[in-house]
């Protein structure tokens, strides 16, 4: 699926004849086209935004609910935009709020016990703990842009629209964000006992 | 949206090979919602009012009928919840409404009739006339439509019906499914029983029986308007059937309101505290916090 392009196909329903494909794009998705192709990312992006999995459900559900919302004023430009913008909104908001709950970082390996004995699962839940440890490390411009360009492969132009900043700052912020990742990652890598992994 | 020049160029600039930041990235990648928590998303805003089903053009009514009548339980519980909200409420300061009143709904307890825009899009004349029960023992009778609608479909799924999810290992699978229409309750039966029972001085339901969260929190909202002792009956049995639920904010919100309605201050002040430390994030708080005041 090209995630590029800044509108998303319409929901296709089987039975619908293809004379239909060749119809003009309506301009704005329906909100259950929206929340079929894009919650689960939006739900991810929350939880790589610094929203806890606790969390998450909760959030993303705020999302959705003023995606409904401010549907009707969506100037229907760039829809991934929109919908990530309401999304860092709706992190921010959350982590800067006083009922943040914050955790550290490790309880989000999904079901570490079960992986004890299976090596690969093991070595993917301690990179997701070493990424996760060092995106909470950086600054929360640069995890945003960070975020959304390499894991939700947002365009510039699209991160642009969700942050509310030039693309010469969304990129700049990108390239930062790379930057102090490596460090962090670099830093852990080598202050890991006994850590038998070449970092780089 | 056009790409300029600029953008591609930056882009270009950006194309790295750095192994681990392209292993860390596909390890973020994998991160989400399970199918189990996007159906549950799904029934909570399917319960707000907010239908998530894709839909044909509005022009192909027939075949949203078909859903209805087919058996998609949670679309027809849709139906009835946003019909709920069109009725006017039995008590004027209608607390309940308020907290599920959607944003841009925005109808006005009082008005009646007036339906809500979500209603309109989803309304075929037949499925209409199900949301607009006249009075309320129309309206236990409306309850009870709704299963034996469902419950044609469990006899005969319907043949888009999505995979058997996760959650059907719970004791009551939602009725909202992501990516699918809908799922039918699996074991809807005995819908008369439940039609108009409380569950007080019942001996307890039967696990094949037992109603499902959103059948108990839809009867519980429902009794919030006239009668909100009786939804505290159903808010306490749904807490004693589903102990985990995944309804459990949504179930504390309607208790609230009823201890509310009923004048109960300091219980509903004592509940609705324990609701904001244990649900920070709740996409409910502010409506937990109007209750409150």
């Not at chain 2, 089903?53 to 949670?74: I, V």
């Not at chain 2, 209608?94 to 209603?119: D, E, K, M, R």
């Not at chain 2, 719970?170 to 074991?187: N, Q, S, W, Y």
Request: glycine share 6%.
């Amino acid at each position: 699926m090209d995630q590029k392009v800044g509108t998303e196909p319409p929901f296709q329903e089987v039975g619908e004849s293809t004379a239909s494909r060749a119809a003009p794009r309506p301009a704005t998705a329906t909100f259950p086209e929206i929340f079929q192709q894009h919650a689960r990312f939006l739900w991810r992006a929350l939880m790589n935004l610094g929203v806890p999995s606790h969390d998450a459900q909760d959030l993303c559900q705020e999302v959705m609910v003023t995606v409904h919302r401010r549907l009707p004023e969506f100037d229907g430009r760039s829809l991934r935009g929109w919908l990530y913008g309401i999304c860092v909104r709706v992190a921010r908001d959350y982590r800067r709020s006083a009922r943040v709950r914050r955790e550290v970082p490790h309880d989000e390996l999904p079901a570490a016990r079960m992986e004890a004995n299976q090596p690969e699962l093991l070595e993917r839940s301690e990179r997701l703990a070493r990424v996760l440890r060092a995106l909470e490390q950086i600054d929360e411009d640069k995890r945003t842009a960070f975020v959304l360009y390499e894991v939700e492969e947002l365009t510039l132009a699209e991160i642009s629209e969700a942050v509310g900043a030039p693309l010469q700052t969304v990129f700049s912020r990108i390239k930062a964000a790379r930057e102090a990742l490596r460090l962090e990652l670099d830093v852990a890598g080598t202050t890991r006992a006994g850590g038998a992994r070449e970092t780089g | 949206m056009k790409r300029v020049e600029s953008e591609i160029e930056l882009e270009r600039l950006l194309a790295s090979d750095d192994a681990e930041l392209v292993a860390s990235v596909s390890a973020l990648r994998e991160r989400g919602p399970d199918a189990a928590e996007l159906a549950t998303l799904a029934s909570r805003l399917t319960f707000q009012g907010i239908d998530v089903t894709p839909q044909s053009a509005p022009a192909a009514r027939g075949t949203w009928k078909k859903w209805a009548l087919g058996g998609a339980g949670g679309l027809s519980a849709a139906m009835l919840w946003l019909g709920l909200r069109a009725l006017p409420p039995a008590v004027s300061s209608a607390p309940g409404q308020a907290a599920f009143a959607l944003a841009t709904a925005a109808s006005p307890p009082g008005s009646g009739l007036a339906q809500p825009p979500l209603v309109g899009s989803l309304g075929s004349p037949g499925a209409r006339a199900l949301a607009e029960p006249a009075a309320p023992k129309e309206q236990i009778g409306e309850v009870a439509a709704a299963p034996s609608i469902a419950e044609s479909a469990t006899t005969a799924p319907p043949e888009d019906a999505p995979p058997a999810s996760t959650s059907r290992a719970e004791p009551r699978p939602e009725a909202a499914a992501i990516g699918a229409l809908p799922t039918a309750r699996p074991t809807s039966s005995a819908a008369p029983a439940r039609a108009g029972a409380s569950g007080v001085g019942l001996p307890s339901p039967s696990a094949a029986d037992a109603p499902t969260e959103i059948e108990l929190l839809r009867d519980a909202r429902w009794a919030l308007r006239q009668a909100p002792a009786r939804a505290l009956d159903f808010t306490d049995q749904h807490a004693r059937l589903y102990p985990q639920g995944k309804l459990t904010q949504e179930r504390e919100l309607i208790a609230i309101t009823a201890l509310v309605a009923l004048g109960r201050r300091t219980a509903a002040l004592s509940r609705g505290t324990a609701f904001e430390r244990a649900f920070p994030a709740s996409p409910y708080r502010k409506q937990v916090g109007e209750l409150l005041q």
